[in-house]
């Protein structure tokens, strides 16, 4: 809720319905997932979070605000998790399809950290990342710099000497698009893209470029938004 470029991003209304709630369903169709939950910060801000992770019946944790590392980490522990599939909440296009294929490249070969972007093929907006928890663990502990933390997963695959990474790359080279919110202009694409194929969200990623090359003038919509570096938080 605390989004310094969107303020109150997490429950922005998309075609109906706050984007945690379309991230939450789209997530709960990951294949090979034991459990949903939503992390989230002890923040008084988040406080709508919380309430909202209750209407749609989802677990939650909360943790550190700016710590998300040690959030995740936390939130590993309580349940007891082997691994962690991370999905942020601010990607209401985020694709099951190309999700489960991330879990099951990561069951199949049992990396450190497995992802679809490790080197970027996919929109931005379609991240999925694997981790298991010793590999989570180990960042949690050695991790000092401040976008080591807040993002997560950087001190891993910045070592790959020390941790086995694997890509999951697209079928091609996608990744000059913009699927994520993180501005106004981002959330109007979102809107478009709902209003246009299907409010209720049963949509593949294929449906979404099929959707942009049919109508180029909804990808002009935030393609002037600047992805931040992590290193700037």
């Not at 369903?25 to 459990?35: F, K, N, P, S, V």
């Not at 998790?81 to 694709?95: G, K, M, N, Q, T």
């Not at 501005?183 to 959707?211: P, Q």
Request: charged content about 30%.
């Amino acid at each position: 809720m605390s989004s310094t470029r969107l303020p109150g991003k997490a429950l922005a209304d998309i075609a109906g319905k706050p984007m945690l709630e379309r991230v939450v369903e789209r997530t709960r169709r990951i294949a090979g997932l034991r459990e949903v939950v939503v992390a989230t910060a002890v923040s008084a801000n988040d406080e709508r979070i919380v309430k909202e992770c209750r209407r749609l019946d989802t677990a939650v944790f909360r943790g550190s605000e700016e710590d998300v590392l040690d959030r995740y980490w936390q939130a590993c522990r309580r349940w007891k998790a082997d691994a962690v599939v991370r999905i942020c909440s601010d990607c209401p296009l985020i694709d099951a399809g190309e999700s489960t294929r991330v879990v099951d490249a990561f069951v199949a070969q049992q990396p450190d950290l497995a992802a679809n972007d490790l080197e970027p093929s996919y929109p931005v907006g379609l991240g999925t990342e694997v981790i298991s928890a010793r590999a989570l663990e180990t960042a949690w502990r050695e991790a000092v710099l401040p976008y080591e933390r807040q993002h997560v997963a950087p001190f891993i695959y910045r070592h790959p000497e020390r941790f086995q990474l694997l890509n999951v790359a697209a079928p091609g080279d996608y990744s000059r698009m913009r699927w994520t919110v993180d501005t106004r202009e981002d959330l109007e694409f979102a809107r478009a893209v709902y209003t246009r194929l299907n409010r209720d969200g049963l949509f593949d990623w294929r449906a979404v470029l099929d959707l942009v090359e049919r109508e180029p003038e909804l990808a002009a919509l935030n393609a002037k938004v600047r992805q931040k570096a992590i290193e700037e938080g």
